[in-house]
């Protein structure tokens, strides 16, 4: 488990760099941020949040108690993700971040995209994602642009 960096902390605002190899360092960084996700009860985490200033993210969970309605998400590794909105349909919801403690607000995200990016195998994933799942990859996309959720409040 690692230190999650809080708002204020520069890395937080900075474009991560793209992943070129999936060595041990980067398979460390996954193993790291899956640990430090569950140990705080996150329902996805970025790398920037944690410190490293590379596009991995964290998506997914089995049960959380900040999230009680929401089914469980397989937790999905996502190495230089990218998604585009399927439609300009919007949904208001409301979210809170690991790097931003005791805060929740409500922000408008897109109900249905396309994402893609490299499993912890290299392998090319293309999928679609819809409700709370969307939600949560571009909340973490989001991270790796050096952009908080606190940006998007409504």
Do not use: W
């Amino acid at each position: 488990m690692a230190i999650i960096k809080t708002i204020g902390e520069s890395i937080l605002r900075d474009k991560s760099i793209n992943v070129e190899n999936i060595d041990q360092e980067v398979l460390t960084i996954i193993d790291t941020l899956k640990s430090t996700m569950q140990q705080a009860s996150g329902v996805g985490i970025a790398a920037p949040q944690i410190g490293i200033n590379k596009r991995i993210a964290i998506v997914g969970f089995s049960d959380n108690s900040r999230y009680p309605d929401q089914e469980p998400i397989p937790i999905q590794v996502m190495i230089n993700p990218d998604y585009e909105p399927l439609s300009q349909e919007v949904e208001s919801g409301e979210e809170g971040c690991l790097s931003v403690p005791g805060k929740r607000g409500m922000v408008n995200r897109f109900v249905k995209i396309r994402y893609s990016c490299l499993n912890e195998n290299g392998d090319k994933v293309n999928e679609l994602a819809k409700g709370f799942k969307a939600r949560i990859i571009q909340h973490e996309v989001d991270h790796l642009n050096g952009v908080l959720f606190v940006d998007k409040m409504l």
